[in-house]
């Protein structure tokens, strides 16, 4: 398994892997305006020239959000999504990111529970904030050491 930074040639199997994990996808073009901004980290893990999974941040000063991170359905629960959680941490960390945001839906406890046992603490929520179906998103805090 090989991790590195998510280049523009690996979207058509991102956006694969997306449609297959989320019921409102990213798009191309959603993916593209993001990668291509220097102020953006995107990982992906490979293994045998196929991403497994991947994520990607906005970092902003001290402060980063995370707005993906998905592993293919026929991989999950091997401990995939949190080497990239743990990974892109430890980026952010080098990089003088001091806190981490992000936003889930209420019912997604696989990954909500991905994130508390990553430090990630609930410090909000937003109101309808998903749609397809309406959800509100928790939104949690991991402030780094
Ligand atoms: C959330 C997501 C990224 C997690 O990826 P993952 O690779 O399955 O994550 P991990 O394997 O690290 O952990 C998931 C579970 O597998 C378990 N696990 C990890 N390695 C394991 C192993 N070797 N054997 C058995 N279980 C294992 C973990 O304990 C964890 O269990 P839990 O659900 O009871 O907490 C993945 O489920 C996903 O892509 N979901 C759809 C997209 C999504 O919702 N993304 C988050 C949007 S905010």
Redesign the pocket.
Known sequence: MTLREMTVDDLDEVLVLEKK??PVPWTREGFFTFLIRKDTLFLAVEEADSIL?YAGCLIVLDEADIL????DPGR???????FILQSIMRLLQMQGVRYIH?E?RES?E??R??YERNGFAVDGLRKDYYTDPTEDAVLMTKILG
Do not use: D
């Not at 993906?68 to 592993?71: E, F, K, L, Q």
């Not at 999950?76 to 949190?82: D, L, P, S, Y």
């Open positions: 994990l989320f999974g993906n991170i998905g592993v999950q629960r091997e401990g995939i999504g949190g992000l889930v997604n696989t990954a529970r991905l």
